[in-house]
T-cell receptor, first 112, second 115 residues
């Protein structure tokens, strides 16, 4: 079945460090791919998305590229800030509003 | 209010109690969802409604009973819960017109503790 695999964390980085959170997926067909972020005490909110192969989603300095050949959608940011501390969820949608699958979430802690 | 709201934000209940969680969306969406978020586990989709009709029930125990009176409101009725049901319950909404590209919009969740 469809699934999303991401590193569990926690990931601890110093401010201004480079961030990579890996995400791979298995799906029938060609899914849309998403990164959601959950700040403490809040629900999930969309960070970025890509809907077809080789698309790059970007927002707030974060980027992820849809790689069909490696079935991956890794999240990157060149210089993290303390305010980026949150839990990051990779997700896929393989074909309809009912078919969203989330990863386990990766907790990121950025220290000054 | 904008977005997706949930009440209460925190709930403590005994195993014999009956309570309800409420969700309201102000985004004009036609699909609404209940998720369960537990530590160390992926988000678990519980129920999906589209235009008030339930379209998904992921083998959820009958002690959880959803209700969707209209496209803007969603309830989760709880009774005779177990301690392992303690979790964060998230409500979300989306449109359905974009198919696989639709984004889900989440509420802040209800933190449920079952004693």
């Amino acid at each position: 079945g469809d699934s999303v695999t991401q590193m569990e964390g926690p990931v601890t980085l110093s401010e201004e460090a480079f961030l990579t959170i890996n995400c791979t997926y298995t799906a029938t067909g060609y899914p849309s791919l998403f990164w959601y972020v959950q700040y403490p005490g809040e629900g999930l909110q969309l960070l970025l998305k890509a809907t077809k192969a080789d698309d790059k989603g970007s927002n707030k300095g974060f980027e992820a590229t849809y790689r069909k050949e490696t079935t991956s959608f890794h999240l990157e940011k060149g210089s993290v800030q303390v305010s980026d501390s949150a839990v990051y969820f990779c997700a896929q949608n393989s074909g309809g509003y009912q078919k969203v699958t989330f990863g386990i979430g990766t907790k990121l802690q950025v220290i000054p | 209010e904008t977005g997706v709201t949930q009440t209460p934000r925190h709930l403590v209940m005994g195993m014999t109690n009956k309570k309800s969680l409420k969700c309201e969306q102000h985004l004009g969406h036609n699909a609404m969802y209940w998720y369960k978020q537990s530590a160390k586990k992926p988000l678990e989709l519980m129920f999906v409604y589209n235009f008030k009709e339930q379209t998904e029930n992921n083998s959820v125990p009958s002690r959880f009973s959803p209700e969707c009176p209209n496209s803007s409101h969603l309830f989760l009725h709880l009774h005779t819960l177990q301690p392992e049901d303690s979790a964060l319950y998230l409500c979300a909404s989306s449109s359905t017109s974009g198919g696989a590209t639709d984004t889900q919009y989440f509420g802040p969740g209800t933190r449920l503790t079952v004693l």
